[in-house]
Every structure is written in C-alpha cells, then in structure tokens.
C-alpha cells in the first residue's frame, strides 16, 4: 500500500523537476546578449571603434536593452558618431527618426544618445530607416542605449576622435572686444550641435555680449535652434536670455553678466539647417561705481537719474545704485515705471537700468531697461530693492529715466471691538458667521435628526416584538401537531 502511495509522488516530484529544468534552458536560449554598462574608450590605440546591434546582419527580435559607455582620453577632441545603418521598427512608419525629443514613434524601439556634459542631456532618440547626421559630443563621454521588443531591429554605428568640434570652450574675457560665432559660421551650422563657451574675466569686472549677426532657425522659446546666455559659470546658473531667429534690426541683443563669469550654450536640432549661425563681441568691463556707496531709499519717494527730463548729465563709464528698504521686515517695494527715454541707437549694454529682487547685484533680475520702454510696475518680494544704472555717453535730447517707489505695508487684521479687553477664544470661535448661516437653525435640525432616529428605533422595535410573538404563536401550533401525529 505504501509503495503505491509513494509512485505518484515521486512521479510529480520528477515532473516538477524536468519542468523546471526545461524553463531555465528556455531562459538560457532567450538571455539578453547585453549585461550591464559596456565601457570603451576612444585613444591613440584605438582610434575608432564600432557598435552593432545582436546578430546583425539578420535582426534581432528578442526583448533586449543594450548599454554602451564612450569616453574620449584625449581632452583635446571629441567623439563623433555616424549611423551606417539603422532599421529599428516603430510605431508609426510614416516618421523614420526622431532626435531631440522623446516621441511615441520611438517608445518601444529605439537607439538612444546622451551626451554626459556637465549633466547628462539627451541628444536624440532614433527609429525607423532614415539614417540621421553625425552627431558630436560636447563632452568627453556619450552614453548610447539600444532597446528593442520583439520585432525587426537592427543598427550599426561607429565613433571617432575628431578636433573639428562645436564642444566646450573656455575663453579669457578681457576688456578689448573679441569675437565668438556659431560653428561654421557663414555657412550652415551642423545639425545636433551643442556649443559651450564659458568666458572669464577678472574680479571686479562683468562681461558685455553684444550680438552683431544672428541667422538662427526660429522657434517658440528657442526649443529647436537657439543661443542661450546664463548669469554665471554654467549651465545651472541663472538665465539672462534666449535668441534665436532671423535678426535684421540695426541694434542687436546685448547682454551684460552681474559677475565677471558668463556661459553661453548654442544648440542645433536634428533637421538639415538652412541657417548660417550667429556671431558676437565679448569684452570685460571693469566695474567703476560713480559713488563709494549706493543711495539708500527707505520711504516713499521719486527715483530720477541725473539731468532728468532733459536727458543724462551724470558721470559716464560708471555705475548709479540705488537700495531701497522698507522700514518693516514684511514690508515689500513697488517700483513704477513713469518715463523712460534713453538712447536707442546704441547697445543696450552701454546705456541700461537694471532692477534686482534683492540687497545687491547678485539677486535675481526683475527686469533690464534700455532704449525707450513702455511704463511697466515691479514688486519686491522682500522688503529690499537693488537699482543699477549705467550710461558709456551723456545725451540732452532724451528725457532720461523717472520711477516712482511705493512702501507697501502688508494688510492688518482686522478685530471686532465689543468694549472688553477680553481676548480668550471661545473653541466654537471658527465657525461661520456669514450669509447662508444660521446657529439656530443647525441646532433645530440637529434635534429634529436625533428626534427621528429615536422615532425609527421604537417603531423598528415594537415590529420586531410583534413578529417574535408570532413566531413563537406557531411554533407551538407546529409542536402540538407533531404531538399529535405521533
């Protein structure tokens, strides 16, 4: 008897066993050909290197990721990636690549590029046939990943050391002009380009930016082609603007840093441009103030610059301050622009007024003011406000600059008097007392509630009395009937 127990046992025993073996075989056979980060790195020894997708040249229809990590040794060049092939299925076949942005055409099954500068940024994602143009890093190190999901992919790509790159420059500002322009300049710039200049000055000096041809692919916010300026040494440090387009006015964008660093960041998207690029002068400026101290201004009063309304007769080359402070830590500034008429035929950057949200320079930037500029009003978010004025000439057919300074005190609470000093809250002080509300009338419904639970509750307890009588009515009659039967 034993013995037949124990064969059925053992048989699903060696079932389970042969079944588990057959699923790690199925396993093995399907094992991603990918593990982990892949690593390599471009130098004198190996100058060029080549990445293709799993089984090439059939495709490989397996659900795979595949990771690949290129560092450049050589900080004097960069790496440059061209796509041989590429045949990567995807969702909807009528858009074959996409590059620099994330689409749904390439969710599923893609190539992927970063470019690990400064903080990683995608440089393109790519599907479909279509092979896209080189691409050159602006870093030392691209990070390319391959993911597929079971259906036709494949791709081959190779990178390269090149010197001819649009990456990372660090430039010593000084105060003669000097000028930097977009790659290739005057003639179309590269797609996927990413551009850095970091430029340097002296302590105590700020650096000018001013724009002498800009011939750059337009776009909302300068999301495709685009020029972008940063208040200091990267690309984390405080926006001073964007450019981008087609500039054909007489006076180009100038801008100015508040620190003797400036970064400037150029891109290009994944399109065959058309558009010639940008060029610029950058000098330092040394920051001379025309008094040892700012003016202080704490009450409500007009800020003026000198000669106003019959244009600027102060001190040139140099800067005005202002800090205005609110008597009161909670108190806030208005600033109200009343008339504004200052030189339009020279850079911005040579003639502006500039407001800070803060004690001192460093604070952010409310707004710059150059040329002739419509009344506008600027609110501090703390009880102090940084004013800058600078002028490289004196003009007498402008009317200058005039604002108006508003203390703002914040809005007191207001307390219902009855004639006592008493000023303990009751618990009940929250409640309401506006229209639509009535103490009494909650209180009568409140009962009237209570009132008609206990109303159901008698009633539900009377039925229930009158149906157990019942009950046991005919129980007995059941029981005598039985008796009877038996």
Same mark, same amino acid.
């Given at each position: ?5 124990? #064969? ?15 699923? #790690? ?13 892949? +690593? ?11 990445? &293709? ?13 595949? +990771? ?6 050589? #900080?004097?060049?960069?790496?440059k990636?061209q ?8 969702e909807?076949s ?26 990683p940024? #995608?440089?393109?994602?790519?599907c479909? %046939? ?13 990070q390319?990943?391959? +993911?597929? !999901? ?11 050391? =090149?010197?001819?790159?649009?990456? =990372?420059?660090?430039k010593k500002?000084? @105060? ?7 790659? !290739? ?13 970091k430029?340097?000055?002296?302590p ?18 300068? =999301? ?8 200091g ?18 006076i ?19 399109? &065959? ?12 400026? !040394? $920051? ?11 009450q ?14 102060? &001190? ?6 202002w ?13 109200? %622009? $009343? ?31 150059? *040329?002739? @500029?419509l009344?506008?009003?600027?609110? *501090?978010? *703390? ?17 200058g ?8 005190e ?7 008097? @009855? ?24 209180? @009568?419904?409140?009962?009237s ?8 509750f ?7 009395r009158c149906?157990? +009588?019942?009950r046991?009515r005919?129980s ?9 039967e =038996?």
């Open positions: 008897m034993l013995k037949h127990q124990f #064969l059925p046992s053992f048989m699903l025993l060696s079932i389970l066993i042969l079944s588990s073996l057959q699923f #790690l075989l199925i396993a093995a056979s399907h094992r991603s050909p990918c593990q982990g980060v892949t +690593r390599l790195e471009l130098d004198d020894n190996q100058p060029i290197i080549k990445i &293709e997708s799993p089984n090439i040249p059939t495709s490989y229809k397996q659900f795979v990721t595949c +990771r690949w990590s290129i560092k450049q040794t050589n #900080l004097t060049q960069r790496i990636l796509f041989d092939m590429i045949d990567i299925a995807q909807n009528s858009i074959h690549s996409i590059g620099n942005m994330i689409d749904s055409q390439c969710k599923q099954r893609y190539l992927q590029v970063k470019d690990l500068f400064t903080t940024h #995608l440089v393109g994602k790519f479909g %046939v279509q092979i896209p143009s080189a691409i050159i890093s602006a870093g030392s190190t691209l390319i990943e391959y +993911r597929t !999901k079971g259906s036709q992919s494949k791709f081959k790509i190779s990178l390269s050391s =090149t010197k001819e790159y649009c990456g =990372t420059h660090i500002a000084i @105060t003669a002009a000097e000028l930097l322009s977009s790659p !290739k300049y005057s003639n179309p710039y590269p797609s996927h380009a990413r551009c850095y200049w430029l340097q000055a002296a105590n000096h700020v650096i000018v930016l001013d724009f002498i041809d800009i011939h750059v692919q337009h776009s909302i916010n300068c =999301t495709k082609d685009g020029i972008s300026v940063y208040n040494g990267g690309l984390t440090a405080p926006l001073i603007g964007l450019v981008c387009g087609v500039n054909t006015d007489i180009k964008p100038s801008m100015i840093s508040t620190s003797n660093q400036m970064f400037i960041a150029f891109k290009s998207d994944d399109t &065959e441009p058309n558009f010639y690029g940008f060029s610029a002068y950058y000098m330092a400026r !040394k $920051v001379n103030y025309c008094d040892d101290n700012a003016t202080i201004i704490s409500d009063s007009v800020l003026s610059i000198p000669g106003y309304p019959n244009g600027y007769s102060g &001190e040139t080359n140099c800067y005005m301050r800090l205005i402070q609110a008597p009161n830590d909670d108190d806030t500034i208005q600033f109200s %622009v $009343v008339d504004v008429g200052l030189p339009s035929k020279i850079p911005c950057v040579n003639c502006y007024l500039r407001i800070y949200d803060g004690p001192n320079s460093s604070s952010e930037i409310l707004s710059t003011i150059c *040329s002739e @500029t009344a506008d009003q600027y609110i *501090s978010s *703390s009880n102090e406000l940084y004013i800058e004025f600078y002028s490289a000439i004196n003009w007498d057919n402008l009317d600059f005039s604002a108006n300074i508003t203390i703002i914040p809005p007191q609470e207001n307390h219902h008097s @009855t004639g006592s000093n008493h000023t303990n809250h009751h618990p009940d002080d929250h409640i309401p007392d506006g229209p639509g509300y009535n103490p009494i009338g909650g209180i @009568t419904v409140m009962v509630i209570v009132l008609l639970a206990a109303a159901v008698v009633v539900n307890k009377y039925k229930i149906f157990t +009588r019942k046991r005919g007995g009659h059941f029981a005598l009937i039985n008796e009877a =038996t």
